[in-house]
C-alpha cells in the first residue's frame, strides 16, 4: 500500500494522492506517449494575419456541412420510385414526383428545423467552395505555394476539385426541376465525349436518360465516397500544415528559420474555438433570412420540362458558360457525329483547372531554385505572377457572365446575342487586359516602394526655400518599415550561356532549356521587376540633408 501511494505521490509531482483525472492522464501517457506529443506540439507558434483565416473558413464550413449533412440523411430517402404527393404544400398536392423530391418537401415542411438545415447546408457548401477558391488565390499570389509546399498545394487544389463535383451530386439529389436541368446538362457532355460517351451514360443513368437509379447512384456517392476522400485530404493537409513552418508576410525578426506569432495553445485554441462558432452563427443567420434552392417553386423534374433561367451554383457556371457561349460546331464523318460545340468546352473546364494545379511545378521548374521557402511574397514583388492570377480570375468572371447570359439579359434589358458575342471577345481579350493592367500596377507600386525607401515618407510640411522654391519635407522610414520594403529577393533569371565554349565547340542546347530561359527572362527579367535601390543609393541621398 505504501509503494502504490508513493507511485501516486510520484505521479502528482509530490503534492500528495493523485485525482482521478491525473491517474487517467499517466495511464494514457504510459501506453500512447500524449504528454510529450501534446508538448510539442500544442506550443507550436503560428503567424497572425487576417488571411491566415481564410483556411479556417473552409475547414469550419466542411465541419458545418458534415453536421448537417448527417441531420438532413436521416430523413432523405434517395429513391426514384414514383409517388403521389399528398403533404403540407398544397399546390402540389395530386402531383406525381419522386419519393427523393417527395421526402425533401417532408424534410422542408414537415421536420422540425429541416428547413433550416437544408439552408444552412447549401450556404456552408457555397461558402466551403468560396473559401477554397479564395484560399487558394491568397497562396498562389503570395508564393505560399513554393518548396515544400508543393503538395499541401496539390491537396488544396484536389479538395476544390471534388468539392466541385461534390456541390454538382448534391443538389442533384432533390429530383426538382432545377436539378434534373442541371443532371440533363451534365449527361449532354457525358455524350459528346466520343466513342465511349453513350456507354458512360448508360452506365451511370442505368439506361437511357434520364433513367430510374441516378439518384440512388448519386447519393452514397455525395454522402459517403466524396465526404470521405474529402476528410483524408483535410487530415493530411493540417498534418503537412503542423509539419512544416507557417509560412508568414515579411517582417522584423521573421526569416526563414524562425516563426513570429502566438502560441497554438491557448492562444490560437481559443481564437479557433470562437472563430468556428463565429462562422456557424453567420451561416445560421443566412439560413434563416435567405431562401436558397426553394424546391417546392421548382416542381419535381420531368424531362419534357426546362425552368426559365436555370443556374447552377456559381462554381460551376464557368463550365456552363463555356458551353453555352461556344459556336454549335459539329462533324458528322462514317455516320458519327462529333459535337465540338460540347467536347470542345467540357474539355476546357478542367483543362483551365488543371493549368492552376500545376503551375508551383512549373515556376519551380523555370527558377530551378530549390530552396525552402517560409516567407511569403507581396503580390506587387512577382508581377508577372500576379498578372497570371488576376487574369485567370478575370476569364472565370468572364465565363460566370456568359454563364448566366440569359438572367443577365432579362434583367439589364440587353440583347442576348450581344451579351453571348461579347463573352466570346473576352474569353480572348479580357484576360490579356487584365494581366498587361495588373503587372502596371504592380510595377508602379514597386516604384513607390522605392521612391519611399530612398527619400522617405511625405510630411505634409511645405517649406520656401531661401530662391523661392517650395518644397515638401520628407521623414525617414523607421527600420523594420524599410526591411519590410527590401527583403524581397531579385535572382537573375535563369540563362543558358554561350553556346560556344573557349575551344570554340558548340555545345547542344535542347528545346527545353530554350524554353525555360525564355520564361524566366519573361517572368524574371529586367522588364519584370524594378530594381532594388542599393545600399549605395541609400546612403549617398540620406548621408546629407536630403530629406529638407
Known amino acids: 500500500m505504501d509503494g502504490a501511494r508513493a507511485d501516486n505521490d510520484r505521479a502528482s509531482g509530490g503534492r500528495g494522492p493523485a485525482s482521478k483525472g491525473e491517474k487517467v492522464a499517466d495511464w494514457a501517457d504510459g501506453r500512447l506517449g500524449l504528454y510529450a506529443l501534446a508538448k510539442a506540439n500544442m506550443r507550436k507558434v503560428f503567424p497572425d494575419h487576417w488571411s491566415f483565416m481564410l483556411g479556417e473558413v473552409c475547414l469550419y464550413s466542411f465541419i458545418i456541412l458534415i453536421l448537417t449533412g448527417v441531420y438532413l440523411t436521416l430523413f432523405f430517402e434517395p429513391s426514384g420510385v414514383e409517388v403521389v404527393y399528398h403533404g403540407s404544400y398544397v399546390p402540389l398536392n395530386g402531383v ?17 428545423g429541416g428547413l433550416l438545415i437544408r439552408q444552412i447546408h447549401h450556404w456552408a457548401a457555397l461558402v466551403f467552395v468560396t473559401g477554397m477558391l479564395v484560399h487558394m488565390m491568397r497562396v498562389f499570389f503570395t508564393g505560399a505555394f513554393r518548396k515544400p509546399r508543393e503538395v499541401n498545394w496539390l491537396f488544396g487544389w484536389t479538395l476544390l476539385m471534388l468539392g466541385i463535383i461534390t456541390g454538382l451530386t448534391g443538389y442533384s439529389l432533390p429530383d426538382d426541376l432545377l436539378s434534373g ?20 451514360s448508360m452506365f451511370l443513368f442505368g439506361g437511357e436518360f434520364p433513367g430510374h437509379d441516378i439518384i440512388s447512384r448519386l447519393f452514397p456517392v455525395h454522402v459517403l465516397l466524396l465526404p470521405g476522400l474529402m476528410l483524408g485530404l483535410v487530415v493530411a493537409h493540417l498534418i503537412l500544415v503542423f509539419y512544416h513552418k507557417h509560412t508568414q508576410y515579411p517582417g522584423p525578426g521573421r526569416d526563414e528559420k524562425s516563426v513570429v506569432g502566438m502560441p497554438f495553445l491557448p492562444v490560437y485554441m481559443a481564437k479557433a474555438g470562437g472563430f468556428f462558432f463565429l462562422v456557424f452563427g453567420v451561416l445560421a443567420v443566412m439560413g434563416g433570412i435567405a431562401s436558397i434552392n426553394p424546391v417546392w417553386a421548382f416542381g419535381p423534374y420531368r424531362p419534357d420540362l426546362v425552368t426559365t433561367g436555370a443556374q447552377p451554383d456559381w462554381y460551376l457556371g464557368f463550365s456552363e458558360g463555356l458551353i453555352r457561349v461556344m459556336p454549335g460546331w459539329e462533324i458528322n464523318a462514317w455516320g458519327h457525329t462529333l459535337v ?8 476546357l473546364f478542367p483543362l483551365l483547372l488543371l493549368v492552376l494545379g500545376l503551375y508551383p511545378f512549373v515556376e519551380a521548374w523555370i527558377t530551378g531554385d530549390r530552396r525552402e521557402h517560409h516567407i511569403l511574397d507581396r503580390p506587387r514583388n512577382a508581377p508577372v505572377r500576379t498578372g497570371l492570377g488576376v487574369a485567370w480570375l478575370a476569364l472565370y ?11 443577365v439579359a432579362t434583367h439589364l434589358h440587353l440583347s442576348i446575342n ?29 516604384r513607390q516602394d522605392r521612391d519611399k525607401v530612398l527619400h522617405g515618407r511625405e510630411t505634409g510640411t511645405i517649406t520656401r526655400l531661401p530662391h523661392g522654391e517650395f518644397v515638401e519635407g520628407h521623414e525617414p522610414l523607421p527600420q523594420d518599415e524599410l526591411f519590410t520594403l527590401t527583403q524581397h529577393e531579385q535572382n537573375p533569371p535563369y540563362e543558358i550561356g554561350p553556346r560556344v565554349d573557349a575551344n570554340g565547340v558548340r555545345r547542344p542546347v535542347s528545346v527545353s532549356q530554350r524554353v525555360r530561359a525564355q520564361l524566366a527572362r519573361a517572368m524574371f527579367g529586367p522588364g519584370s521587376h524594378v530594381e532594388k535601390p542599393t545600399r549605395e543609393e541609400y546612403r549617398e541621398l540620406t548621408g546629407g540633408d536630403h530629406h529638407h
Open 397 to 407: 468572371v468572364v465565363l460566370l457572365i456568359g454563364g448566366g447570359n440569359d438572367i
Open 181 to 200: 436541368t442541371g443532371i440533363r446538362f451534365a449527361d449532354g457532355a457525358i455524350l459528346s465525349i466520343p466513342i465511349v460517351g453513350t456507354y458512360l
Open 340 to 347: 465540338l460545340g460540347v467536347l470542345i468546352p467540357f474539355s
Open 418 to 446: 450581344a451579351i453571348t458575342w461579347f463573352v466570346r471577345v473576352a474569353f480572348f481579350v479580357a484576360p490579356i487586359v487584365a494581366f498587361v493592367v495588373t503587372k502596371r500596377v504592380c510595377m508602379g507600386l514597386q
Open 96 to 112: 406525381s414526383m419522386t419519393r427523393a423530391y417527395e421526402s425533401t418537401l417532408d424534410i422542408s415542411f414537415d421536420v422540425r
